[in-house]
């Protein structure tokens, strides 16, 4: 089992680590302290100081909130999407594109969906306008919830106390 340093864990999450590390990261059994190195990069990214228990995506995360304790999900910026069991894209701003002009805008002519088939919905925070996610589904399609963790399962895998709201 290999460990790897705090800036080896960093290049990796800001994308720029060497492809043999990433890699040798993905392929081999993790080291026990992963979790918390990765979660401490993570806060070193953030000004706020609810702490951060999983990340959602490159800008969002699911904190235990520093004030009351309840667990959120919450963007880079700050911004609080609420309880992390509802969906967090519900409360975002939601751009879709649904029509071939649209489609323009990101792809050659031709070279994109037919919107009666498939749209794209983009999800930005309502703060600071990040995009957090794209999805590609039909028209009809609810939006989708990618993620809930069962967290206190999560907790015990990793063998650290878990937080008092979950
Ligand atoms: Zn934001």
Not at 28 to 34: N, Q, S, T
Not at 45 to 62: E, F, Q
Not at 97 to 120: G, H, I, N
Request: hydrophobic share 35%; net charge negative.
């Amino acid at each position: 089992m290999t460990t790897y340093t705090k800036k080896q864990v960093n290049d990796l999450v800001a994308g720029t680590l060497d492809w043999d590390s990433v890699h040798k990261m993905l392929s081999m059994p993790k080291d026990a302290g992963r979790y918390a190195l990765y979660m401490e990069v993570l806060q070193d990214a953030v000004t706020y100081d609810d702490k951060i228990l999983l990340a959602v995506g490159p800008h969002l995360n699911i904190v235990e909130s520093a004030t009351d304790g309840e667990i959120i999900v919450k963007c880079n910026c700050g911004h609080d999407f609420g309880d992390y069991r509802e969906n967090w894209k519900l409360g975002a701003n939601i751009y879709v594109r649904d029509t071939a002009e649209k489609m323009d805008q990101v792809y050659p002519r031709l070279m994109s969906p037919d919107t009666t088939w498939q749209v794209y919905r983009e999800y930005s925070c309502p703060s600071c306008g990040t995009m957090l996610d794209i999805e590609a589904p039909t028209p009809w399609y609810p939006v989708m919830h990618d993620f809930q963790p069962d967290l206190k399962t999560f907790f015990e895998w990793v063998e650290l106390p878990a937080p008092a709201k979950i």
